[in-house]
């Protein structure tokens, strides 16, 4: 941005004396990244979003889509409910 550029971080390459293992030790990952297509840094929030999406439309398993749409429509009735939205209007 001006003259002076940012400062980097140190970065060490340390490695345990008795680790006999592939990969670092110390890497942090979650056990299912393997299997998800919206982990990492992939852009903007809409960007996350249609990837998102394109994975809940593409899900191999499509009991758990449907069981998510009921769940989301139950959350959704139950909110009109306590804010006393006339329901009517949909029949």
């Not at 940012?6 to 890497?27: D, L």
């Not at 297509?37 to 852009?43: D, E, I, K, M, Q």
């Not at 809940?56 to 069981?67: L, Q, T």
Request: glycine share 6%; proline share 4%.
């Amino acid at each position: 941005m001006g003259i002076i550029p940012s400062k980097k971080n140190k970065r060490y390459s340390y490695t345990p004396r008795y680790y006999k293992g592939e990969g670092s030790p110390f890497e942090m990952k979650h056990k299912f990244d393997d299997y998800r297509t919206t982990v990492g840094s992939n852009g903007g929030i809409k960007q996350r979003f249609t990837s998102a999406w394109d994975e809940f439309r593409n899900s191999p398993d499509k009991a758990v889509n449907r069981r998510v749409l009921i769940i989301i429509l139950i959350l959704f009735f139950l909110f009109l409910f306590f804010i006393d939205f006339d329901l009517s209007i949909f029949l």
